[in-house]
């Protein structure tokens, strides 16, 4: 059977090929046999993901022109601003003729080319019949199109017509009337994802079309907003299938209290991931809501009601906290407690596990700030387990807070106590490690690191051209002896963007 796949007919076989997401699985199909190459490179591989500026018309040109190719897209980031754009563009190049990728086609400046590009990126978006996937940033604050208002309404108008879309981002800064009542927006519908995130939609009377809209997609799975909403509507609707939840505006511009929000979680039993910033201190949830949570980016407080809530006579499972302020009083709050017979198996020698906060299951957390190094010891016989420890300001640097200073290797060596760590997203260590004073001795500092945290991947590192922080990913070269690798031998890094 497997022998007569690849003999099916062309048509099938670009059937199938086209439910295949993900890049890395369509060139492994790609290599197993000639014709699958042939049908795979570029027609899919090149397809699948378009991620790029309008500046390219004769990208658009192509996209509008070949309805076979164009429906192979998958997920489209259309990033009208180049400050924004986290990674190289991506967009097909093969099958585009030569002469127009050479003579930049339709880009000479000029009122008709212009309209034609804009035609164009309207044309290929209605040919992605297949897109799942729309990411917008900057549509209206790079102001690029603002000769062009209709493109705006166009591009919505279509996102209307496309049954396949499941995931929409828009992100955009503009704090003036970019959108009306009579936006084709608020009438897309069948949507699985939806994150609005930036000034634009902190504007209030925005907010009732907003709602309207957020109904008509029944099997809404995540919600990411940069506004609390002050439609009553909103708080009173149920979305049974939602799991992930980000209401990271402040509430405070809009005047209202924190009540609305904790009623609207505790009706939700279903969030699995939440991110929200109470206004007040002392805002907490009804004991035993939200049941199935894995996920909680939060403020200090709030995020350490929830970890001293029981869920029945378990501690809850976390799989990622944030922003918790590591001292003595937290430390004492996270440490087991005799419920479930945790207390007797730490007195009798057993296995320490963090009670509180699911320590055998917490795999990610964020430290907003922390009193000692001794207490970061104290964190790592909690949370052995932690593979991503976000730590702000974790490493040498001058200190104004009275604190003791430490040195690189009293950093290293509380690095080493998390054995499965893999991911220290703070540049502070990594900037410490770069100022070392010679190659020989900041090569050493690596080898150390590299020796104690045996599992350590990824660290961050601020990037003064892209001016975002990047990772930095290790990379072990084992020392060659008679053939066979051993030691640590030498370490060396390269440095990749992220792309959300």
């Not at 003579?103 to 000479?108: A, Q, R, V």
């Not at 949370?383 to 976000?390: A, C, G, K, N």
């Not at 974790?394 to 690189?408: E, N, T, V």
């Not at 690095?415 to 100022?435: G, H, K, N, Y």
């Amino acid at each position: 059977m497997a022998r007569g796949f690849p003999s099916l007919p062309v048509e099938i076989l670009d059937t199938i090929v086209a439910l295949i997401q993900e890049h890395s699985d369509l060139l492994s199909l790609a290599l197993t046999t000639r014709s699958l190459s042939f049908l795979v490179l570029p027609h899919h591989a090149e397809y699948r993901i378009v991620r790029l500026a309008t500046r390219h018309p004769e990208v658009w040109a192509h996209l509008a022109e070949r309805l076979d190719l164009a429906r192979n897209i998958d997920a489209l980031y259309l990033i009208e601003d180049p400050h924004y754009l986290p990674l190289p563009e991506r967009y097909p190049v093969t099958l585009i003729p030569g002469a127009a990728r050479e003579s930049g086609l339709l880009e000479l400046p000029n009122d008709e080319h212009e309209r034609v590009r804009v035609l164009n990126v309207v044309g290929a978006l209605r040919n992605m019949t297949s897109l799942r996937r729309f990411v917008w940033i900057q549509p209206w604050a790079s102001g690029i199109w603002m000769d062009n208002p209709s493109y705006y309404r166009d591009i919505l108008q279509v996102l209307t017509q496309l049954p396949s879309l499941r995931e929409l981002k828009i992100f955009d800064t503009s704090l003036g009337n970019v959108l009306d009542d009579t936006s084709p927006l608020w009438h897309v519908k069948g949507l699985q994802s939806i994150q609005f995130e930036g000034c634009v939609w902190m504007q209030s009377h925005l907010h009732p079309h907003l709602v309207s809209m957020l109904k008509g997609s029944n099997d809404l799975q995540t919600l990411s907003l940069s506004t609390i909403p002050v439609s009553p509507d909103f708080w009173s609707y149920r979305f049974t299938h939602l799991r992930r939840l980000n209401l990271s505006g402040n509430s405070i511009f809009h005047n209202r209290s924190d009540d609305e929000v904790l009623e609207f979680l505790e009706a939700h039993p279903s969030i699995e991931d939440l991110t929200w910033f109470p206004c007040d201190m002392d805002s907490k949830l009804c004991s035993g809501s939200l049941p199935g949570l894995k996920r909680l980016i939060s403020g200090h407080e709030f995020a350490l009601s929830l970890v001293q809530d029981r869920i029945g006579a378990e501690p809850r499972a976390f799989d990622c906290l944030s922003r918790l302020i590591i001292d003595p009083l937290t430390l004492q709050s996270l440490a087991p407690t005799p419920l479930g017979g945790l207390g007797d198996s730490e007195a009798e020698g057993g296995g320490t596990q963090g009670g509180g906060g699911g320590g055998g299951c917490l795999k990610e957390l964020h430290v907003l700030t922390y009193d000692a190094i001794e207490s970061i010891h104290r964190l790592s016989e909690l949370y052995p387990t932690l593979q991503v420890l976000d730590i702000k300001g974790f490493g040498p640097q001058d200190r104004s807070d009275g604190h003791a200073s430490y040195s690189l290797d009293d950093y290293i060596d509380a690095l080493s106590r998390f054995s499965a760590l893999e991911c220290l997203p703070d540049v502070t260590l990594w900037e410490a490690i770069q100022q070392v004073e010679g190659d020989e001795q900041r090569d050493g500092v690596l080898m150390r690191l590299s020796e104690k945290c045996p599992n350590l991947r990824v660290l961050g590192h601020w990037d003064d051209q892209s001016r975002r922080v990047v990772d930095v990913h290790l990379k072990r070269e084992p020392v060659v002896v008679d053939g066979t690798g051993t030691g640590s031998g030498k370490v060396t890094w390269l440095t990749k963007h992220h792309f959300d």
